[in-house]
């Protein structure tokens, strides 16, 4: 709307905030969002995660539907009462993206923002999911991408035109202060982080073999929980590596963990944006990542790549960075100016122009 209008009413709507990308770019834009915006955010079930925290914390309203099942399509119903009372309502993740393209029938004037946090889901396996998911995409004013890969393969997707003018990117922010600001305590050994939840798509098992043929006095800190993790925690002791590599589980005082550690790695073998790439290059530490898209277009140039499922490469990197002092801080350097690009505040004024624009 024009600067004259009242405060643009805004909706978000997403199934749960459990722990994952898409929740973490709501716990870091809402906040920023409320001073511009009346803001709330609609979940199907609440949970409590460190992101529903920090999101009540900071004064937004979370509307729990309390929907046990979010396949079911009562949840349109439960929905339509809150949407009704808004301007815009912005969609991430599926099934919400159904479940608000179908109550939208219901309201022609709501205006409808989706992001895909995504370059893949199972959906596009499946060749009759085609023309519903067309259908589906077909009634949001505007499809946001958090990368260019993202929206290349969802428009490859849904065949649309290039110069469709829903479709547009706008890369994820992180709040670099919370990073930057955090006083490293120094370790007694050297530790190489990785942040990310135990599922096959992020691949630590690769890393963890890497640390076999890492020759220095070097640890492995693993944050994250999931259904990988027993499997990594096997591979660790079949390697003999149990005091060498620690597991952590779920935590929610990343920024201390990434500050005191030495080396950032993200092994993923697709990613929709390397968010904690960027977290990691935040903190001032020189990152080496898996060369796909979502993680290369973040770190290339600044840090180092290797091939998913490379650990031989991985630990060369890795042994090269701890013995050579110099490269470390240019390294160090170059991640740290690239994470500047990626500030939480560029986003949040992206987004702003998008709702104005509707």
Same mark, same amino acid.
């Given at each position: 709307?024009?600067?004259?209008?009242?405060?643009?009413? &805004?909706?978000?709507?997403?199934?749960?905030?459990?722990?994952?990308?898409?929740?973490?770019?709501?716990?870091?834009?809402?906040?920023?969002?409320?001073?511009?915006?009346?803001?709330?955010?609609?979940?199907?079930?609440?949970?409590?995660?460190?992101? +529903?925290?920090?999101?009540?914390?900071?004064?937004?309203?979370?509307?729990? &539907?309390?929907?046990?099942?979010?396949?079911?399509?009562?949840?349109?119903?439960?929905?339509?009462?809150?949407?009704? $009372?808004?301007?815009?309502?912005?969609?991430?993740?599926? =099934?919400?993206?159904?479940?608000? #393209?179908?109550?939208?029938?219901?309201?022609?004037?709501?205006?409808?923002?989706?992001?895909?946090?995504?370059?893949?889901?199972?959906?596009?396996?499946?060749?009759?999911?085609?023309?519903?998911?067309?259908?589906?995409?077909?009634?949001?004013?505007?499809?946001?991408?958090? *990368? +260019?890969?993202?929206?290349?393969?969802?428009? $490859?997707?849904?065949?649309?035109?290039?110069?469709?003018?829903?479709?547009?990117?706008?890369?994820?922010?992180?709040?670099?202060?919370?990073?930057?600001?955090?006083? =490293?305590?120094?370790?007694?050994?050297? +530790?190489?982080?990785?942040?990310?939840?135990?599922?096959?798509?992020?691949? +630590?098992?690769?890393?963890?073999?890497?640390?076999?043929?890492?020759?220095?006095? #070097?640890? &492995?800190?693993?944050?994250?929980?999931?259904?990988?993790?027993?499997?990594?925690?096997?591979?660790?002791?079949?390697?003999?590596?149990?005091?060498?590599?620690?597991?952590?589980?779920?935590? *929610?005082?990343?920024?201390?963990?990434?500050?005191?550690?030495?080396?950032?790695?993200? *092994?993923?073998?697709?990613?929709?944006?390397?968010?904690? #790439?960027?977290?990691?290059?935040?903190?001032?530490? =020189?990152?080496?990542?898996?060369?796909?898209?979502?993680?290369?277009?973040?770190?290339?140039?600044?840090?180092?790549?290797?091939?998913?499922?490379?650990?031989?490469?991985?630990?060369?990197?890795?042994?090269?960075?701890?013995?050579?002092? *110099?490269?470390?801080?240019?390294?160090?350097?170059?991640?740290? $100016?690239?994470?500047?690009?990626?500030?939480?505040?560029?986003?949040?004024?992206?987004?702003?122009?998008?709702?104005?624009?509707?």
């Amino acid at each position: 709307g024009s600067e004259m209008c009242i405060r643009d009413r &805004l909706l978000h709507i997403i199934p749960s905030l459990e722990i994952g990308g898409a929740q973490r770019l709501l716990s870091d834009l809402l906040p920023l969002q409320k001073l511009n915006n009346d803001v709330k955010l609609l979940v199907f079930k609440s949970m409590d995660t460190a992101f +529903q925290k920090s999101i009540e914390t900071n004064g937004v309203e979370i509307i729990d &539907l309390h929907c046990k099942n979010f396949h079911n399509p009562f949840v349109v119903k439960k929905m339509l009462p809150y949407m009704k $009372e808004c301007d815009i309502v912005h969609v991430h993740l599926f =099934p919400a993206l159904y479940w608000v #393209a179908m109550a939208a029938s219901y309201n022609k004037k709501i205006k409808l923002v989706y992001t895909e946090h995504s370059t893949h889901n199972r959906r596009r396996d499946k060749v009759w999911f085609e023309p519903i998911e067309y259908y589906i995409y077909s009634k949001y004013d505007r499809l946001i991408s958090i *990368s +260019q890969q993202t929206q290349d393969n969802l428009m $490859e997707w849904l065949k649309a035109k290039k110069d469709d003018k829903r479709f547009l990117v706008i890369e994820n922010g992180v709040n670099l202060s919370l990073f930057s600001s955090v006083i =490293p305590i120094a370790n007694k050994r050297k +530790q190489i982080i990785m942040v990310s939840r135990f599922a096959s798509m992020k691949d +630590q098992e690769t890393v963890i073999q890497a640390m076999a043929d890492v020759n220095e006095d #070097a640890e &492995l800190i693993l944050v994250g929980d999931g259904s990988e993790r027993k499997h990594c925690e096997e591979v660790t002791r079949k390697l003999g590596l149990t005091d060498r590599v620690r597991f952590l589980g779920a935590r *929610s005082d990343i920024p201390k963990l990434v500050s005191q550690s030495y080396i950032g790695v993200q *092994s993923s073998i697709w990613e929709g944006f390397g968010l904690t #790439a960027v977290e990691l290059m935040a903190a001032h530490k =020189p990152v080496v990542a898996t060369n796909v898209n979502g993680l290369k277009q973040v770190v290339e140039g600044a840090g180092c790549l290797f091939e998913v499922g490379d650990s031989k490469t991985l630990a060369f990197h890795l042994n090269k960075l701890l013995k050579d002092k *110099s490269l470390y801080t240019t390294l160090a350097d170059r991640c740290y $100016e690239r994470a500047k690009q990626y500030d939480i505040k560029n986003m949040v004024i992206r987004y702003q122009e998008v709702y104005e624009g509707l």
